[in-house]
Nanobody
């Protein structure tokens, strides 16, 4: 059974940092492109960052570019999201997602492109 389990959420002050992890029980982790999304209260789930199967290609939402960094360790079946310079409006549940990548370089930024989802981890940024 496929499982994606996020961790690393919590309370952080505005301007602070946090590192999220996503542990995947995928049979061959390196076959999967991965992504991070977030959903704030009363808002739709939105794209944050994506990684290709190999991690060689990444993509970011404009709002988080230069502050967030997505990475992955295929040997450990784990993906990460480093969040820096956090803002109160980035308080949200952060979700990781996985889909079989069509090639080593493709990334995916739309909800419907992903097949597996984790349960999310709450990040709260205090002002």
């Amino acid at each position: 059974q496929v499982q994606l389990v996020e961790s690393g959420g919590g309370l952080v002050q505005s301007g602070g940092s946090r590192r999220l992890s996503c542990a995947a029980s995928l049979r061959t982790f390196s076959d999967y492109a991965m992504g991070w999304f977030r959903q704030a209260p009363g808002k739709e789930r939105e794209f944050v960052a994506a990684s290709s199967r190999s991690g060689s290609t990444t993509d970011y939402a404009d709002a988080v570019k230069d502050r967030f960094t997505i990475s992955r360790d295929n040997a450990q079946n784990t993906m990460y999201l480093q969040l820096n310079s956090l803002k109160p409006e980035e308080t949200a549940i952060y979700y990781c997602a996985a889909v079989i990548g069509s090639n080593q370089q493709s990334t995916y930024s739309r909800n419907y492109e992903y097949y597996y989802w984790g349960q999310g981890t709450q990040v709260t940024v205090s002002s």
